[in-house]
């Protein structure tokens, strides 16, 4: 071993990763329409854990100040905080003991990744919001690359290939900048740190090879190439040989680049094919909280969409009272996230058959829902050599990579 091997080695991992980042910047082979002049942006993070909560354990490890959210205007300042709580107070927040009488603050740390909240350390700033009288939401904003930090590891695993990563990294920065597709009736949808928008974990989830790929791809987007807008970046683990339109399956106004494609990459998957054995009673319970209470007499698809997955099923149920069973169509979407998406792993169904106990055995391809980037698709084309724009133009067609700032 050279000794400048041995120097580079006993650097601490973020210093070598800023280096990967240099290098890859001055080499990188992307083509894209550049605007990057353009200011980072930052994004505000829903902490789900700590949403509606009387309190919480909260810790800055560095001089912090406090403004209101209303008007940006300091109200408090702190040299640091060690293990205090964060509360609702008689006419606002109250802070490591301190009431302030606000009700919407922002704790800024001069230090980023000083703020430990409930046992998990985040960087940027921390948003606290009363709600009525009794309860308190926390949410974390910061730059989004930052955020990316803690999300890019938790979605795919460290050890993928460069270019999965990168890819990864790229899929997870158009979901952030375009925002999670609101629920019907509602106006817009938070960006939450859980699987309802894309799982993150604060500093507690960085890893050098995760901030390499952050870092190489800074400010690059996917967007439509006929409106030049970013679109929801979804992502899934295992597409089991074909992805869905975003239509069929989430019921979200077509978009080009998530019509669905064949993917030809993911046949050696771990979860390539499954089986599950669901209990009777589980089935009937899943059924229930979708509109179909009664006593299971047979469950099968009735729709499948050209990839394969079930769209639709017929679930045919004696309710109580009746001696009549009677079916009903049921999206199938709803019925896995009723069941578990742990447990039903994908709607791509080839075959379900009841079991001597009077369960059900469902067969399978893939994991997860099956639209945008399939994660281990893109794991193998990295493998075999594929950049990260070609993976992400392969699973988007008719999308162009773009940098929105530098």
Request: charged share 20%; hydrophobic share 40%; glycine share 10%.
């Amino acid at each position: 071993m050279s000794v400048a091997t041995r120097r580079l080695e006993s650097w601490p991992p973020i210093a070598i990763a800023a280096i990967f980042c240099l290098v890859a910047v001055s080499m990188t082979r992307w083509v894209v329409a550049a605007d990057s002049a353009a200011p980072q942006p930052d994004v505000v993070v829903h902490l789900s854990d700590l949403q509606s909560v009387a309190g919480a354990e909260l810790t800055v490890r560095s001089p912090y100040k406090v403004l209101r959210l209303v008007d940006g205007k300091p109200i408090a300042t702190g040299r640091s905080l060690d293990q205090g709580r964060v509360e609702t107070a008689p006419n606002g927040v109250r802070i490591g003991g301190v009431a302030l009488a606000a009700s919407a603050l922002e704790l800024v740390p001069e230090q980023s990744g000083a703020v430990r909240v409930d046992g998990k350390t985040y960087r940027g700033a921390l948003q606290i919001l009363r709600e009525g009288g009794a309860t308190l939401s926390l949410r974390n904003r910061l730059p989004i690359d930052e955020y990316l930090l803690g999300v890019v590891g938790a979605e795919m695993p460290a050890d993928f290939p460069c270019e999965a990563l990168r890819a990864q990294a790229i899929i997870a920065r158009t979901y952030a900048l375009h925002g999670p597709e609101p629920l019907p009736g509602e106006v817009d949808a938070p960006l939450m740190d859980s699987v309802l928008s894309q799982v993150y974990r604060g500093v507690g989830g960085e890893d050098p090879r995760i901030d390499r790929s952050v870092c190489e791809t800074r400010g690059l987007v996917l967007v439509t190439a006929v409106s030049g807008k970013p679109f929801t970046g979804y992502f899934h683990s295992t597409c089991g040989g074909a992805t869905s339109d975003v239509f069929l399956v989430f019921g979200r106004a077509p978009a080009a680049p998530l019509h669905g494609v064949t993917c030809g990459f993911c046949g050696d998957a771990p979860f390539a094919r499954w089986t599950a054995t669901i209990p009777r009673r589980d089935i009937e319970q899943a059924a229930a909280a979708i509109g179909s209470p009664g006593r299971l007499v047979s469950i099968a698809v009735s729709q499948s969409d050209p990839s394969g997955r079930a769209t639709r099923l017929a679930i045919t149920v004696a309710a109580p009272g009746s001696a009549t069973p009677r079916t009903k169509e049921v999206p199938a979407a709803d019925f896995r996230i009723a069941l578990g998406p742990s447990r039903l792993r994908s709607s791509l169904l080839t075959r379900i058959v009841e079991t001597p106990d009077g369960g059900f055995r469902f067969e399978g391809r893939g994991f997860g829902h099956g639209v945008g980037l399939c994660q281990q698709g893109a794991k193998t084309m990295a493998a075999r050599g594929y950049s990260a724009e070609a993976i992400l133009l392969h699973y988007f067609p008719g999308s162009e990579i773009r940098k929105l700032y530098g």
